[in-house]
């Protein structure tokens, strides 16, 4: 059994097909299979994708699963991804590793605001946040710390649904559900998803 069991919330629940939770739907599925249709719902991204190789496979190894593809593959297809579904407002969570990788991608495609934050409640741990739009606007995140933004921003961001290709434990959805916005998202191990699934349930962040 492996290792990454984020407390089993997975047992308690049906992850082989779509699900619908709160104002949200989901789905556990892998980047370079074809996006589910709802997806294309999304008129904002809010995406912290995997940042190099070794960070790539453990996303694989943490899901029980071989890793398919190279980063650079993965790359290529999250803004084929982002292309079609051409959200109006575009947020790309980055570390140093991809963060030019990211700037360059982002900057012949949008509008691009950079902020300096940071996650899981430690200034130690530094990351950076892209804000993409087509066109400019004044949207500014007032607060550095990760989860704080993602909460601001399903506040008081003007959008119809918020989507996440790379939900993990699920802060997007959980956030949007929290403050009534609809929300869509994929991810690729199932334990960790069904983590956001209890989250909602029982209206509380339980696994950080």
Do not use: W
């Amino acid at each position: 059994m492996s290792k990454f069991e984020y407390r089993g919330f997975y047992q308690k629940y049906d992850m082989s097909e779509v699900i619908k939770i709160g104002t949200g739907i989901i789905k556990v599925h892998d980047i370079f299979d074809d996006l589910p249709g709802f997806m294309f719902e999304a008129d904002c991204l809010f995406i912290d994708p995997p940042c190099n190789e070794g960070n790539l496979k453990s996303f694989y190894t943490k899901a029980d699963l071989e890793k398919r593809k190279s980063i650079i593959a993965f790359n290529e297809r999250l803004f084929e991804l982002i292309d079609k579904i051409q959200p109006k407002h575009l947020f790309i969570e980055s570390f140093a590793s991809n963060k030019k990788n990211i700037l360059e991608k982002l900057s012949t495609r949008y509008f691009v605001k950079e902020f300096t934050s940071y996650y899981y409640g430690s200034e130690k741990n530094k990351c950076y946040i892209f804000y993409a739009t087509v066109v400019a606007n004044d949207f500014e995140l007032p607060y550095v710390d990760e989860e704080k933004a993602i909460e601001y921003i399903c506040q008081n961001l003007d959008f119809n649904c918020i989507g996440d290709l790379c939900m993990g434990k699920g802060l997007v959805g959980f956030y949007a559900n929290k403050y009534g916005k609809k929300f869509v998202g994929t991810e690729l191990n199932k334990k960790r998803l069904a983590c956001l699934i209890e989250h909602i349930n029982q209206n509380k962040i339980i696994v950080r």
